[in-house]
């Protein structure tokens, strides 16, 4: 097959760490290198935000990235980029006149999805759309500091209202999609992925080496925060609960957070700042180690140095971390909300907790650093749970079998209305 892409604000050639460079950047990434390797041509379009950019850009064997002129060639927060949609759709659409459409096209998150309904439309090509994350989920925790656009939501519902096919990424994401009204006939469900090979458990050796730039430990254990720093991401709840329970194994835990910019940037980060006066405040500052971005070749060993990751999102529409933990067999502990409640299985691969509670968090941790063969009984588990479920190759030949279910190999295709006959965008 022939499939193309379409993510507007995350490259697959971005550097990691930003603010709106993370997860779904991976994703389309691993996605497209994973249907390449089992054999179909694969275009990622993403919007061009520089003015030195080539207009196409091999990633990988099989795989070409397209720039496409839509709005200011710089970057652009993608809370402020859905004036330049219409002009992504059309951009998109002269590079399927001028190089030939896809069997299928794939958008990447809401504003991606308006933009490939639009040149799916005018050229009949069926539509397959990810959310990655909902308006209707970031306003609920969010609220008043939600800067999405007005309409976010009304635009995400006409999207999954015309797409040929919603891929979920967890079974959270189901409930809130058929909530909004999304036909549930339209939707399947398959998980992000993880690199099985680069994340991996490292030899004896080699455990407890760091890459330069991140502290060796200096305490008995080592906690692990790895994302981007923002607020939703709940750092400090991490930080209150190192604090949390005075006496027990936790006094003698340090925590590293690994993301958000370059460590020499990290003064100027509102999140590191606020972050670094709650650990001071608390007394825990020498035990909190903020390093930066850390380069994703590095990012195994920084893994393999930790006891334990943690990662306490307020709400996480799926979540990369867990399943990189998870294939170098660290167990993770967790906030019970969205796509951590299917990449980690309680008991077996790490533990859940309420968000926003440092408590129980607290509680968590403690029980499993004070047990030191259930973490590696449970690290074990995580690999060999990643490798069966979430590798790249087998994420790919998932969502392939849906395309094919859309272009004649499979299941009849449904005909949802045109974009424009859903609602005015």
């Not at 392939?400 to 005909?415: D, E, I, N």
Request: aromatic share 2%.
């Amino acid at each position: 097959m022939r499939v193309d892409l379409v993510s507007e604000h995350a490259s697959p050639l971005a550097v990691l760490g930003g603010v709106d460079a993370g997860g779904q950047n991976v994703h389309v990434a691993s996605l497209a290198v994973g249907l390449a390797r089992a054999g179909h041509a694969v275009r990622v379009h993403t919007r061009r935000d520089a003015a030195d950019l080539p207009e196409r850009v091999p990633l990988a064997p099989g795989v070409e990235v397209v720039h496409l002129a839509a709005g200011p060639a710089r970057h652009v927060p993608k809370d402020d980029l859905l004036p330049h949609v219409g002009a992504l759709g059309d951009a998109l659409l002269r590079d399927w006149e001028a190089h030939g459409a896809p069997d299928v096209v794939h958008s990447h998150f809401w504003m991606s999805g308006l933009a490939a309904a639009r040149a799916a439309d005018a050229a009949a090509v069926p539509l397959v759309h990810t959310y990655h994350a909902l308006g209707s989920v970031k306003r609920r925790h969010q609220g008043t500091k939600d800067t999405s656009p007005e309409g976010r939501v009304a635009a995400e519902l006409a999207v999954g209202r015309r797409a040929d096919l919603v891929v979920a990424t967890c079974s959270d994401e189901v409930d809130e999609l058929v909530r909004l009204g999304v036909p549930a006939e339209r939707v399947r469900v398959v998980p992000c992925g993880v690199d099985v090979e680069h994340f991996r458990p490292l030899p004896a050796a080699r455990l407890g080496a760091v890459p330069p730039g991140v502290p060796v430990r200096e305490r008995r254990h080592r906690l692990l925060v790895v994302g981007r720093l923002v607020e939703r991401k709940g750092v400090d709840t991490v930080v209150r609960a190192l604090a949390a329970r005075p006496g027990t194994s936790l006094a003698d835990t340090e925590l590293l957070v690994a993301g958000g910019p370059v460590a020499a940037a990290l003064g100027a980060d509102p999140e590191a700042r606020r972050l670094r006066d709650l650990a001071a405040s608390l007394g825990v500052a020498d035990r909190v180690h903020l390093v930066g971005q850390v380069a994703h070749d590095d990012l195994t060993a920084v893994i393999g140095s930790s006891d334990l990751v943690v990662a306490t999102p307020w709400y996480e529409p799926f979540g990369i971390v867990p399943l990189e933990a998870a294939a170098c067999g660290v167990p993770l502990v967790g906030s019970a909300v969205g796509g951590l409640l299917d990449s980690v299985a309680p008991g077996v691969t790490g533990a859940l907790v309420p968000p926003r509670d440092a408590g129980a968090l607290a509680d968590a941790l403690v029980d499993l650093l004070d047990d030191e063969p259930r973490r590696r009984a449970m690290g074990r588990a995580a690999r060999r749970r990643a490798v069966a479920r979430y590798s790249w190759s087998r994420v790919a030949a998932q969502t392939a079998s849906h395309y094919r279910s859309l272009t004649g190999g499979g299941l009849a295709r449904p005909v949802p209305a045109r974009l424009t006959e859903v609602a005015a965008v």
